[in-house]
């Protein structure tokens, strides 16, 4: 069973601070990863994208991704009250980009 | 472009009933997928297709119809409804099957079997 495991939070943080959302896949040959923001009562948008190990920076979201470690994050810097919702982690190793989602965790952001 | 449409926004269906969940893009995105949210969960893939005509199962079929007639439709039919069918289910598509590629989202339909 192809699984991807996030803790369900929530994870609060106060307005500024860097927020740190982290996801471990099982299936080694997981090519691609997405991360997903939900906010309550809507669909997932993507927030990022990443294939390559290391880190991919857009704005103030960093991924990492670490495949020797089967591990995944998301850094948010300068949280913001409106970045407060559910990022969900996706992994993708097929053909068909069949993706695998994680429970997700919930961000809570303070003023 | 209007991106991923989904119809209706909410249902309450008795058990037993059937009941079509429709989903359209106009992206003309040749891979569709059907994914249903259970509360406090991730998603889980039902069914998906890679062009009209063409349909595969994903991890939860089990209750669960897909048909594939055009690229831009790809509707979900409930067939005697049980309450652990009650779910968000989201409609997603994209152009093709690179795993590089994003998939867009349709806003959800709410369905509740009582």
Not at chain 1, 35 to 49: A, D, F, H, T, V
Not at chain 1, 85 to 97: P, R, V
Request: aromatic content about 12%; some cysteine; glycine content about 8%.
């Amino acid at each position: 069973q192809k699984e991807v495991e996030q803790n369900s939070g929530p994870l609060s943080v106060p307005e500024g601070a860097i927020a740190s959302l982290n996801c471990t896949y099982s299936d080694r040959v997981s090519q691609s990863f997405f991360w997903y923001r939900q906010y309550s009562g809507k669909s997932p948008e993507l927030i990022m994208s990443i294939y390559s190990n290391g880190d991919k920076e857009d704005g103030r979201f960093t991924a990492q991704l670490n495949k020797a470690s089967q591990y995944v994050s998301l850094l948010i810097r300068d949280s913001q009250p409106s970045d407060s919702a559910t990022y969900l982690c996706a992994a993708s190793n097929t053909g068909f980009q069949k993706l695998v989602f994680g429970t997700g965790t919930r961000l809570l952001v303070s003023p | 472009n209007a991106g991923v449409t989904q119809t209706p926004k909410f249902r309450i269906l008795k058990i037993g009933q059937s009941m079509t969940l429709q989903c359209t893009q106009d992206m003309n995105h040749n891979y569709m997928y059907w994914y249903r949210q259970d509360p406090g969960m991730g998603l889980k893939l039902i069914y998906y297709s890679v062009g009209a005509g063409i349909t595969d199962k994903g991890e939860v079929p089990n209750g669960y119809n897909v048909s594939r007639s055009t690229t831009e439709d790809f509707p979900l039919r409930l067939e005697l409804a049980a309450p652990s069918q009650t779910s968000v289910y989201f409609c997603a598509s994209t152009p093709d099957g690179s795993s590089y590629n994003e998939q867009f989202f349709g806003p959800g339909t709410r369905l509740t079997v009582l």
